[in-house]
C-alpha cells in the first residue's frame, strides 16, 4: 500500500514537471512570436506609416539667408516616414546656397526635420568700381551688395580674372546676385595688406588694393 502511494505521488510529480516543461516551452515560443510581430509593427510605424512621416522643416544659424529660402533649396520630402529621408542630400542641397558655409541635418523625432546652416563671414571687399562683391577668408565671393560695408578692407578689380567668363566665374561682376547660385573664387593672395594702399597690381586679373 504504501509503495502505491509512494509511485502515484512519483508519477504525480513527473506530470507536474512535464506540464511546467510544456507551459515554459510555449511561453517563449509566444515570446518569440510576440518579438518578431513587434519588430514587424516597428519596422511598419518607421518605414512605411504616415504617422512618424515628415511634416515640417526647422532652421538654426540662418542670418542673412532668408529661412524660406532655406527651406526652398532644401526640398524636404514632406510626407516621407522621417526614417527615410536622405539628410545628406538635404544638406548638399543647402550647401549650394552662396552664402552658406556649412550645413547639417538631423531628424528631430517625431516628424521634423531640423537644419542647421554656417553662414559665410565676409572680410574684404572686392569691386570693379561700380559693384561691390563680398569675399569670405577661403576666397569665395558669395554675395553683391549696393555699397561697400565700410567695416570691410576694399580690393579693385584690374582687368578680368583669367580662366573665368567674368572677374568672378560664374556669377559676380556682371550676373545675378541669386542665393542658390554657386560662389565664385578669388585669390586671397592677391588682397594682402588690404589696410595699406599700394599701386594696383599688373597683369590679368590682377587685385589693386586701396582703402
Known amino acids: 500500500m ?16 512535464q506540464r511546467l516543461v510544456a507551459l515554459a516551452r510555449l511561453a ?8 518578431r510581430s513587434a519588430r514587424r509593427v516597428h519596422r511598419w510605424l518607421f518605414y512605411f506609416s504616415s504617422v512618424l512621416a515628415v ?3 526647422k532652421v538654426a544659424g540662418a542670418d542673412t539667408v532668408p529661412v524660406a529660402t532655406i527651406t ?5 520630402p514632406l510626407g516621407t516616414p522621417l526614417a527615410k529621408v536622405d539628410l545628406t542630400a538635404i544638406a548638399d542641397r543647402v550647401r549650394t546656397i552662396q ?18 546652416v554656417t553662414e559665410r563671414v565676409p572680410v574684404v571687399v572686392v569691386t570693379d568700381g561700380s ?5 569670405d577668408a577661403t576666397g569665395v565671393a558669395f554675395k553683391t551688395v549696393p555699397a561697400r560695408p565700410e567695416d570691410l578692407p576694399e580690393a579693385l578689380v584690374v582687368g578680368t580674372r583669367a580662366g573665368s567668363h567674368d572677374q568672378f566665374g560664374g556669377e559676380g561682376f556682371g550676373g545675378s546676385a541669386g542665393d542658390a547660385a554657386g560662389p565664385g573664387e578669388v585669390d586671397l593672395g592677391c588682397l594682402t595688406g588690404l589696410d595699406h594702399p599700394q599701386p594696383g597690381v599688373q597683369g590679368e586679373g ?3 588694393q586701396r582703402r
Open 2 to 17: 504504501s509503495q502505491s502511494t509512494d509511485l502515484a505521488r512519483a508519477q504525480e510529480r513527473f506530470a507536474r514537471r
Open 28 to 35: 517563449a515560443l509566444g515570446r518569440r512570436r510576440s518579438g
Open 55 to 57: 511634416s515640417g522643416v
Open 72 to 76: 526652398q533649396i532644401a526640398a524636404a
Open 99 to 116: 552664402s552658406v558655409a556649412d550645413a547639417q541635418v538631423t531628424r528631430a523625432w517625431p516628424n521634423q526635420l531640423k537644419i542647421v
Open 131 to 135: 559693384n561691390f562683391e563680398l569675399v
Open 206 to 208: 590682377g587685385l589693386g
